[in-house]
């Protein structure tokens, strides 16, 4: 009987233990800063390409001295032959891909609305995703420090774009937002 228990223990601590989601652990030596004219979106995407040591990303901030969009984004990890899934801005009430990220321990570029109309938005690193906060790094920090902010916060910023970086060879997967 003794076995037998220690058996069903070990097997429910097992299936347990994946649905548990834990904070994507970038090393701070990862964490790109950003530089003028406003690079976040480049940063954000090599901070996640040297976390999880995609090579053919590094120097992408350094190389792109612009602000970009998704579509910017898209074509520099097609040209690098990186697999990606992507969510476009538009409807933030879709959050799987954010679910995906952080189960996978892959993380996400993430975009937020402009602060004020002409200010053009912002993209920072999504390393956790939880029921009641979300964590993120944001490049102009220049700590590194991961920030969290309340659910409701994030919701409000965030504009529905989502960007994943594979680490395996599966297809491109787009996700087109509806518009509202």
Wanted: aromatic content about 10%; hydrophobic content about 40%.
């Amino acid at each position: 009987m003794f076995a037998y228990l220690r058996s069903v223990a070990l097997v429910l601590s097992l299936l347990l233990s994946g649905v548990v989601w834990g904070e994507v652990k970038i090393d701070p030596r990862c964490r790109m800063r950003n530089r003028p004219p406003g690079r976040c979106g480049w940063c954000a995407v090599e901070t996640l390409a040297r976390h999880h040591q995609i090579k053919a990303l590094y120097g992408l901030t350094e190389d792109n001295p612009t602000v970009c969009d998704p579509e910017d984004l898209e074509d520099a990890l097609e040209d690098a032959g990186v697999r990606y899934r992507i969510q476009y801005p538009g409807d933030n009430s879709r959050t799987a891909i954010l679910r995906y990220a952080i189960k996978e321990n892959l993380g996400a570029a993430v975009g937020f609305r402009e602060l004020y109309p002409g200010a053009g938005g912002h993209i920072v690193t999504l390393v956790d995703f939880g029921p009641d906060y979300v964590k993120v790094i944001d490049s102009a920090d220049r700590e590194y420090r991961v920030r969290t902010m309340d659910i409701d916060r994030f919701f409000y910023w965030w504009d529905g774009f989502a960007l994943v970086l594979e680490k395996h060879k599966v297809p491109v997967k787009k996700v087109k937002a509806e518009k509202k």
